[in-house]
C-alpha cells in the first residue's frame, strides 16, 4: 500500500560563499557538481576592468612574442628549454577541458615567456625595447591580479551555483520554525530547477538531506521517529527513508521529515519534488475485505471456479479498511491450528486468476 504525496521539500546542509567584489560576476573554478575539499579554490570574482586590462596583457604578449621572433641570432640553451616547455604547456591545454588545468598550463606558458623575453632582452641589441615591453605586461598583471578575489571552501562537499536564498533557513537544525503555511508562501513549483546564480556559490553536504511533507493519513499520524520506509522520488527510483521529526500541525495534517542519504546529488537542483511515500510493501493476493470470512482463529473466502465453490483458507499479511493482502497457508503452519495431514492434502489453494465471491455470497 502507498500513500500519494503531492510534494515534498528539500532541506540540506549547505553553506552559501560569497565575497566583496560579489558585483563583478564570477568565474567557475569548480563546476557545478565538482567534488570539493576544505579550502579550495572554488570561483573567484572578475576583477574591476578585468577585461581591459586582460586584452592589454595579451597584447603584449602578442608584442613580446614578435621581438622574441626578431631574435634570430639567440640561441641561448635556456631560451630552447623554456621554448619547448611552452609548447609542451600547449599541447596540455589542447588535451583536456578541466578549468583548473588550463589555467594552471596557462600561468607556466607566461611565466615561461616572459623568461624567455628577459634572456633574448640582455643577449640582444634590442634588450632595452624588450624590457620595456616586459616591465609595461608586469604593471598590468599586478592591476588584474590584485584586483581578483578567489573564494575558497569552508568545508568539503559538492560545489553548486543553484541558488534560492532558502539556504540559510530551510536547515536541518531549523524544523521548528518551519510549516507548510510558511513554505507555501515561498510559491515554489514542483520540479521547477533553482536558478543559476552570477554573484555567488554553494557547498552542499552530498552524504545526507532531509525532505518534509506534511500528511493526513493514519500512517502518518501513527509514525515515528526512528522509523524506516520507502520513498519513490521518480518512477524508477526508490529509496530508503528515515523518519527524524514529526509534528502535528493544527491544521490536522502532520509534519513529517525523512532523511535520505542516496540520490541526494541527484536532488541538489531542486528545491520541492512530487514524491510516494510506500508505507508497507508485501507480495501477495489483493483481495476485498468483503471476500474474507473468519472460522475459529484462521480467515478463509470461497472461490468459484466454473461454477464449483471452494472455501480456502488463507492468511493475512497485511490489511486496510478495503483490502487485504493474503497468501496461501503452508502445511506446518495448518498442521499448528490442528488439521490433519489428510485433511490439508484436500484442501484448495487461491491462484493469482481465481474468482472469489463477496458480499456475503455462500
Known amino acids: 500500500m502507498k500513500k500519494k504525496v503531492q510534494h515534498g521539500y528539500i532541506v540540506r546542509n549547505e553553506k552559501v560563499l560569497t565575497g566583496e567584489n560579489y558585483k563583478n560576476g564570477l568565474v567557475e573554478i569548480k563546476a557545478e557538481g565538482d567534488k570539493v575539499s576544505k579550502d579550495d579554490n572554488v570561483f573567484r570574482y572578475y576583477s574591476n576592468n578585468e577585461k581591459n586590462l586582460a586584452e592589454k596583457i595579451a597584447e603584449l604578449d602578442v608584442e613580446i612574442q614578435e621581438a622574441l621572433e626578431g631574435q634570430t641570432d639567440v640561441y ?11 609548447e609542451e604547456n600547449l599541447q596540455k591545454i589542447l588535451a583536456t577541458n578541466n578549468v583548473d588545468e588550463i589555467e594552471e598550463y596557462k600561468g607556466t606558458i607566461s611565466e615561461a615567456l616572459i623568461k624567455k623575453a628577459k634572456i633574448a632582452g640582455e643577449l640582444s641589441p634590442s634588450g632595452s625595447y624588450i624590457n620595456k615591453l616586459i616591465e609595461e605586461r608586469r604593471g598590468y598583471e599586478e592591476k588584474l591580479n590584485s584586483g581578483q578575489e578567489y573564494i575558497k571552501a569552508d568545508r568539503s562537499g559538492v560545489m553548486s551555483y543553484r541558488i534560492d536564498g532558502l539556504e540559510e533557513f530551510l536547515t ?15 510559491n515554489i513549483k514542483t520540479g521547477q530547477l533553482i536558478s543559476t546564480s552570477k554573484e555567488a556559490g554553494k557547498i552542499v553536504d552530498n552524504y545526507e538531506c532531509y525532505i518534509i511533507v506534511f500528511l493526513e493519513s493514519n500512517e502518518a499520524r501513527e509514525a515515528n521517529v526512528g522509523d524506516t520506509l520507502t520513498l519513490r522520488i521518480s518512477e524508477t527510483s526508490e529509496i530508503n527513508a528515515e523518519i527524524t521529526y514529526k509534528r502535528e500541525e493544527d491544521t490536522g495534517k502532520v509534519m513529517l521529515v525523512f532523511k535520505i542519504n542516496k540520490a541526494v546529488e541527484e536532488l541538489i537542483a531542486y528545491r520541492k519534488i512530487s514524491i510516494d511515500v510506500i508505507w508497507w510493501s508485501y ?10 470470512k473468519k472460522e475459529g482463529e484462521l480467515y478463509y473466502l470461497t472461490r468459484n471456479r466454473t461454477g464449483y465453490k471452494d472455501k480456502i483458507f488463507v492468511k493475512i499479511l497485511k ?22 495431514r489428510d485433511e490439508i492434502s484436500s484442501m484448495k489453494s487461491i ?12
Do not use: W
Open 283 to 292: 507480495s501477495g493476493l489483493k483481495v476485498p475485505n468483503t471476500a474474507l
Open 319 to 340: 490489511q486496510n479498511n478495503d483490502y487485504s493482502i493474503i497468501e496461501n497457508y503452508g502445511t506446518e503452519e495448518l498442521l499448528e491450528f490442528g488439521y490433519t
Open 351 to 362: 491462484g493469482l486468476y481465481d474468482e472469489v465471491l463477496v458480499n456475503n455470497e455462500n
Open 76 to 86: 641561448s640553451a635556456d631560451i630552447q628549454l623554456l621554448d619547448k616547455q611552452i
Open 172 to 186: 536541518p537544525s531549523n524544523f521548528d520554525n518551519i510549516d507548510e503555511e510558511l513554505l507555501d508562501s515561498y
